[in-house]
């Protein structure tokens, strides 16, 4: 085990020689027979004068001077380090703020931590660069239709289609190269663990607009709002099990809640892949204002971009 103490009460126990002394109420007999009893040390908590500013070479500058003409410069071939390109949003191209045809990537089975999105150890060294690490999404993820690890289907963007069996990542970017929006069905206390921002980044590049869960865990839920994913939470968690991979999934009253109506009701209206009739479903929502402005804009990053381009 480890213990943290101050320096006095390290220098009290060395002089002793027991772990066990207690300097505030325990004493030390001297060579000469006679008991010894520490006080406790007073001092000022800090120095009356400041502490010493050290030397300024090492020290950056309070306001050093902006300079964005400087280029930083990335090999193309660096296999570590990438430019971010900025997100687009959703709603590019579209009048109507609803999140439109997105087609079920899986629904995800049990827990599911940041570390079975964005898995660490050897992947860490792509940590800067967003496209070699997202071959990584969801590697340890269980498929709910069927149990299997890292398993999803592609099933193609005709009715009817055959579906191809694949690794998650793997069908995720293959909706990426056909422009095709996509969700994903999660479980409880999804992105639980770790505040690692690569499990809301990754998704996001891969062309996920929406997640919606039987709930999750806070920090990750802000996550995927601050890089414009929509977070939605099943009113009903039974409704969890309705939605397949392969259906298309489209919301109805996002709108209204973008337009300064917290309080409306977002359903997802759920086509089945099978061409069975479509049905709806109750969800609801965490966003503030701010954070439908980073949806709308694509990211939080997009919106401060924009809002200090027209300040």
Known sequence: MNFLASPEIVTAISISGKLSFNPMTDSIITPSGEEFKFSPPVGDTLPSAGFALGDLAYTPKPNPKSQPETEVVIKETSSRLQVLKPFESPFAGQSEKELKDMVCLMR????????????????????????????????????????????????????????????????????????????????DNYGEGSAREHAALQPRFYGCSMIVARSFA??????????????????????????????????????????????????????????????????????????????????????????????
């Open 108 to 187: 995800v089975r049990g827990k599911c931590t940041t570390d079975h999105i964005s898995a660490a150890g050897p992947w860490l060294k792509y940590k800067g660069h967003l496209e070699n690490i997202s071959e990584n999404l969801l590697i340890t993820a269980v498929n709910d239709e069927g149990g299997d690890v890292n398993a999803a289907f592609d099933w193609g963007d005709q009715p009817n289609s055959t579906s191809h069996r694949d690794t998650i990542p793997s069908v995720a970017k293959r909706l990426k190269s056909r422009n095709q929006a996509w969700c994903l069905v999660v479980d």
């Open 218 to 311: 806070r920090i990750h839920e802000t996550n995927l709002k601050k890089q414009g994913v929509l977070p939605l939470w099943f009113v009903d968690k039974a409704d969890y099990g309705k939605i397949q991979s392969g259906d298309r999934v489209e919301t109805v009253g996002l709108a209204q809640v973008i337009a300064g109506h917290p309080g409306a009701q977002i359903t997802l209206r759920v086509s089945p892949r099978g061409g069975d009739t479509p049905f709806d479903i109750a969800t609801k929502h965490t966003m503030s204002a701010d954070q439908l402005k980073w949806l709308q804009a694509g990211s939080a990053l997009n919106y401060i971009r924009d809002s200090r381009a027209s300040a």
